[in-house]
């Protein structure tokens, strides 16, 4: 029996109609707007967003294997490292995004975070210093931080990671799940 294609009530207007199994409604009814705990994650979703400028989603989502293979786990201290023949071995496979400034971007926000290190121990302890801010203020602080970080990349990065809310529609289940695991937008906007 196939999955129902019907739109479910509440649901997000740009998936309600997909399957489950589809990776674009995966992506929302799992990953969309929840927090994520670990610098690797955050980076990897920095870079993949990035990546995404100019392309679909859905693009990103078929390559995301690939990403983490080329990448080597995104670990940010061993991107930092990159050298020249890393960026051509990079530019050279076919399974990920060969933009020549998109990972550019990746190995100099990995250093631009290693720089950070002294006064934040982690991407994530970075955001939280600076959590809560409106999204034009976001902006301008990714963009004075790092590079390749405009409006649309920064917001889907924030709303994406819990950040900033917008990710999910009032009344969309799965908003409520990213709340209850702790969406920092969440928390910023109860806090007394």
């Known amino acids: 029996m196939s999955e129902s294609t019907e739109p479910l009530h509440g649901y997000c207007g740009w998936v309600a109609a997909r399957p489950v199994g589809d990776p674009n409604r995966d992506y929302h009814d799992r990953e969309y707007g929840f927090p994520i705990g670990d610098e690797r994650g955050l980076f990897r979703l920095l870079v993949l967003e990035i990546n995404q400028a100019g392309l679909s989603w859905s693009t990103i989502l078929k390559k995301r294997a690939a990403?983490?293979?080329a990448y080597e786990g995104f670990e940010v201290e061993r991107i930092a490292s990159y050298g020249p023949a890393d960026l051509e071995r990079l530019l050279a496979d076919p399974g990920i995004i060969r933009n020549r400034l998109k990972i550019?971007?990746?190995i100099e926000n990995a250093r631009r975070l290693v720089a950070l290190r002294p006064d934040y121990p982690s991407f994530g302890a970075w955001l939280d210093a600076h959590h809560p801010l409106p999204k034009d203020e976001w902006v301008k602080l990714f963009k004075r931080t790092f590079v390749f970080?405009?409006?649309e990349?920064?917001?889907?990065?924030l709303m994406s990671s819990g950040y900033l809310d917008g990710a999910?529609?009032?009344g969309c289940p799965v908003r409520e799940r990213a709340i209850a695991a702790g969406a920092a937008w969440s928390r910023a906007?109860?806090?007394p």
């Not at 990349?153 to 990065?157: A, D, P």
């Open 189 to 191: 906007t109860s806090s």
């Open 153 to 157: 990349i920064c917001g889907e990065f």
């Open 67 to 69: 990403f983490d293979r």
């Open 104 to 106: 550019g971007a990746a």
């Open 149 to 151: 970080t405009g409006g």
């Open 168 to 170: 999910h529609v009032p």
